[in-house]
């Protein structure tokens, strides 16, 4: 029997309400992490296909008894989501009823020291999800003071981006998260204990960065309109405003909501039919969840549902 996931995933109730599981659907887990929205979907009798460029997360999943056998219900794919058409393509697979995806770092690699995810303790300035390719380290180290500063302004909306980033290059090298958060503390001269550590805004940046993840959600994002079938479901938690503007942008479009003109400049072309409809509102953790998983506060889920205009040629 499989041990429960070591994590309590974001909005596990909501998801699964959103995606309507029902026995004998394909859908996918886009983000598999340590597995809760898969293990729910597994018990409402779907079969799975969960992808994740962890490998550490992917080998604990091997271990999952729903692996096994001639027609496994878990089926793993070791690569990212941006690349979902291709990963189900592979196995004969075009259309399927339901895609979750659970945007940025999971709970593993936070706890995790040595993944240098987290400032909470000291570790290897790292951040790779896919544990491979240029790190953290590289990047602070590496880059121009300008690079530095952009990337802490663009993805961590830090205001004193250009403060920062001159303190960084000051210090270089910098090897560990402890001494990364040190100098970003010292350049906005934080007092311990007073508001938010700044550090936080600085670490998210860094780590949207060295994992590309904001052009891999918009890929993902195109790769589920491929993928889903008229009806097809697709429910996405995101957890920070850069994320969900992404999300909420996506599927205004796709459902034809956002504004294209006004009766003072008419539109010039007939709009095209919607390709997502029953577009749900913002839903965040209640009181309950925010008591028993605190680092649900940030979360927002959105879904919606495919319907049969056909995907743009360039989505996938």
């Known amino acids: 029997m499989i041990a429960p996931a070591p994590h309590i995933p974001v909005l596990l109730d909501e998801v699964i309400e959103a995606l309507a599981p029902q026995p004998g659907d394909v859908m996918i887990d886009a983000t598999f992490g340590a597995g809760g929205y898969t293990r729910a979907l597994l018990d409402a009798g779907v079969t799975v296909h969960a992808f994740d460029r962890d490998p550490d997360a992917i080998a604990a999943g091997e271990e999952w008894p729903e692996t096994k056998g001639d027609a496994p219900r878990l089926v793993l794919h070791p690569r990212r989501f941006s690349e979902m058409v ?55 180290n590496e880059a121009a003071e300008e690079d530095i500063a952009n990337v802490l302004y663009r993805y961590g909306e830090e205001r004193q981006s250009r403060r920062v980033a001159r303190a960084i290059v000051a210090a270089r090298p910098l090897t560990t998260t402890g001494e990364l958060a040190d100098v970003v503390r010292k350049a906005l001269r934080y007092k311990s204990g007073v508001g938010k550590d700044p550090a936080t805004r600085s670490f998210q940046a860094i780590r949207i960065h060295v994992n590309g993840e904001l052009d891999e959600l918009e890929a993902g994002l195109n790769a589920a309109e491929t993928l889903l079938r008229e009806g097809g479901r697709l429910a996405v938690v995101s957890f920070h405003s850069l994320e969900d503007r992404i999300v909420k942008t996506f599927l205004r479009d796709a459902a034809n909501m956002n504004p294209r003109g006004s009766r003072h400049l008419p539109e010039a072309r007939i709009a095209p039919s919607p390709r997502f409809g029953q577009l749900s509102k913002a839903i965040r953790p209640s009181a309950a969840e925010l008591a028993r998983n605190p680092r649900s506060r940030s979360s927002t889920l959105r879904s919606a549902t495919r319907t049969a205009e056909p995907a743009r040629e360039d989505a996938a």
Do not use: W, Y
């Open 86 to 140: 291709a990963g189900m393509a592979e196995v004969g697979i075009a259309q399927v009823d339901g895609i979750t995806m659970d945007i940025g770092v999971s709970s593993m690699q936070l706890d995790q020291a040595e993944r240098g995810f987290a400032f909470s303790t000291n570790g290897p300035l790292d951040m790779t999800m896919s544990k491979a390719g240029p790190t953290a380290a590289d990047f602070v």
